[in-house]
């Protein structure tokens, strides 16, 4: 492949049919693909290395050279829903529903493996459900591995008449193939049964020989489903076990935890510091550190390293979802689906903010393979008004916004994708690039406000207070780790004491010099009551305290200050407190 290619196309799959875009800069339709104009497109699939493209369109599914769009296989699969591509592109996988025979019998096998350059079909296979339909491949294609019935079934070298290798542990719920160059390894999840916990093991293909050949091991108790997720390197996976019910009651989205497991056979939970769901974890392209989107809105992002310590907090804000670069010097931070599509885009390096673009009611988000252009969709069925895409820049400019007509859906949008390497990494940029497009200037939704308050003058009161970004990075010059949950926790109560500290010692210094100003009488004419019993006199100190704190309070209520339940309930107090100093000063 030459050294850059000057287009980024992607297809576009919708009701106007399937067809391809030159993508930044001209934004125009490939002459070369011709428009299907079919409203049936069922599913659409490039190959790893983008040279290939194939669709399904309700007759066929056909297969293109991307380059020239030049046919090379056509197979009669007028059900086909789902494609694939091996990652070496020498066969492509296909689904369609599974039906029964009306007898009761097994239906026809569902799934087929094709050879891409005879066209022969290679193996049939039963897979009733959609969910995990596609066999995984090594990188190299030296190893097909697909679950059958609570058994992984290894085949090797796209031969697949025999079973080169089994995996079998007490159920098998899902697996994962690691990326990159050989040896291959597994991660395989069983769940708990009968009060054993759940756990995830990580083999090295072949060596399955029970527990012992394992690299890694780790169970868990709190897990109805996991997600497992290999960096690119393939030294370690991340977990997000999940419970479908939290019983405590205090999440809608069940409860999860995220654990972290290595190939040298370390293991750790990841301690999160704010309570609530995770709504998303990606690990950087250079497998050195993860980000982690959790917690209650507004949901706190931290970048993590490998020992699963703090990097870099980006603080509070509307997100919920986390997308690295492909060179994985750029992080954007997003909330879609419910939110409202407000985007950071961080300088991972130095931990500065590019830009903060607003997409609404995007549905769908990418990278292009260039690392510098993201494209966001809406789609159908998801949302089916005001479907059509935005590319961008990250530095926050909207360079292409395509509306299909009103009466018309969109379905999909997909950039071609490109090998590592193709596209060399550049260096950031914080100034927005010139495009012809206006900038998109969200306005900030204003609050409701009841007709009696709307000329009055505004009070801000917020139901969140949001927490700024921190790094979490051990100061240059101090060779100390990143502090813990808890060591953070009890710097922060140091903190505060100091400073409330200051505060009463700046008060007492105030008062002392306004007494000398206003009063000329020598001190002994101000006598200080003592009891003469210790205890008492504690008493007497802390009601002061108290009756002092209530007149602040009056103060601020007089100035207009809404006041809080609890702070109401103070004032209420005043009348005995200023009896039970009376009954002591009088020692009653």
């Avoid at 509307?318 to 992080?331: D, F, K, Q, T, V």
């Avoid at 994708?417 to 969200?442: I, N, W």
């Avoid at 002061?544 to 704190?549: R, T």
């Avoid at 005995?576 to 009376?582: D, G, K, N, T, Y």
Wanted: charged letters at 20%; aromatic letters at 10%; a positive charge.
């Amino acid at each position: 492949m030459s050294c850059c290619p000057t287009l980024l196309p992607y297809a576009v799959r919708g009701s106007e049919g399937l067809y391809m875009v030159n993508g930044p800069p001209s934004f125009t339709e490939s002459t070369a693909f011709q428009r299907d104009s079919g409203k049936n497109c069922k599913a659409v699939a490039f190959s790893k290395d983008g040279s290939l493209f194939a669709w399904c369109n309700g007759e066929k599914v056909n297969i293109v050279n991307v380059t020239n769009a030049q046919l090379l296989r056509s197979f009669d699969l007028p059900k086909a829903v789902c494609l694939e591509f091996s990652p070496k592109n020498n066969i492509l996988a296909t689904w369609q529903a599974y039906t029964a025979a009306k007898d009761g019998t097994a239906g026809v096998p569902n799934l087929q493996l094709h050879d891409v350059k005879t066209g022969k079909c290679l193996k049939s296979f039963i897979q009733k459900k959609m969910q995990n339909w596609c066999p995984c491949w090594a990188g190299d294609e030296s190893i097909c591995a697909r679950n059958v019935n609570n058994e992984v079934h290894f085949f090797e070298n796209n031969n697949f008449a025999t079973i080169a290798n089994k995996l079998h542990l007490q159920k098998v719920n899902d697996f994962v193939l690691s990326p990159g160059a050989q040896p291959t390894k597994v991660a395989v999840y069983v769940p708990g049964s009968k009060g054993a916990p759940s756990f995830v093991r990580l083999y090295q293909y072949p060596n399955f020989g029970g527990p012992q050949s394992a690299l890694a091991n780790k169970s868990f108790f709190k897990a109805d489903k996991v997600t497992m997720l290999w960096n690119k390197k393939a030294t370690a996976v991340l977990v997000i076990a999940s419970t479908e019910v939290d019983k405590t009651g205090a999440s809608y989205y069940g409860e999860q935890t995220l654990h972290y497991i290595a190939t040298n056979g370390e293991s750790a939970v990841v301690q999160l510091p704010k309570n609530g769901p995770i709504y998303d974890v990606v690990w950087n392209p250079n497998s050195l550190e993860f980000c982690a989107v959790y917690g209650f809105m507004p949901a706190k992002a931290t970048i993590f390293n490998l020992k699963c310590d703090p990097v870099f907090d980006f603080g509070t804000g509307p997100r919920n979802a986390a997308y690295y670069s492909p060179h994985g010097h750029i992080l954007v931070l997003a909330g879609f689906g419910n939110l409202r599509g407000q985007m950071e885009v961080w300088d991972v390096k130095n931990y500065k903010l590019i830009s903060k673009p607003v997409a609404s009611d995007s549905t769908y988000f990418a990278w292009c393979p260039d690392g510098e252009h993201i494209v966001t969709a809406t789609c159908a069925p998801r949302l089916r008004v005001s479907n059509g895409y935005k590319i961008w820049h990250y530095t926050g400019s909207l360079l292409h916004n395509y509306e299909v007509p009103s009466n018309e859906e969109m379905w999909q949008v997909s950039w071609q994708p490109f090998l590592d390497g193709v596209f060399p990494a550049k260096a950031v940029k914080y100034q927005a690039v010139p495009s012809e497009l206006p900038s998109v200037e969200s306005r900030p939704a204003q609050a409701y406000r009841p007709p009696a308050l709307r000329n009055k003058p505004v009070t801000s009161s917020k139901l969140h207070e949001d927490e700024p970004p921190q790094n979490m990075k051990p100061q240059s010059g101090s060779s100390d780790k990143p502090l813990s949950k808890t060591a953070l926790k009890n710097q922060r109560k140091h903190e505060a004491k100091k400073a409330a500290k200051q505060e009463a010692k700046a008060e007492a210094n105030q008062e002392s010099t306004q007494s000398s100003a206003s009063q000329n009488a020598p001190r002994s004419a101000v006598p200080t009551f003592t009891s003469g019993d210790p205890e008492v006199d504690k008493k007497i100190k802390n009601l002061k305290k108290k009756l002092k704190a209530i007149e602040q309070l009056k103060e601020q209520a007089a100035a207009g200050k809404q006041l809080e339940k609890n702070q109401l309930e103070k004032i209420q107090k005043e009348t005995a407190l200023l009896q039970e100093l009376e009954d002591l000063e009088l020692g009653l």
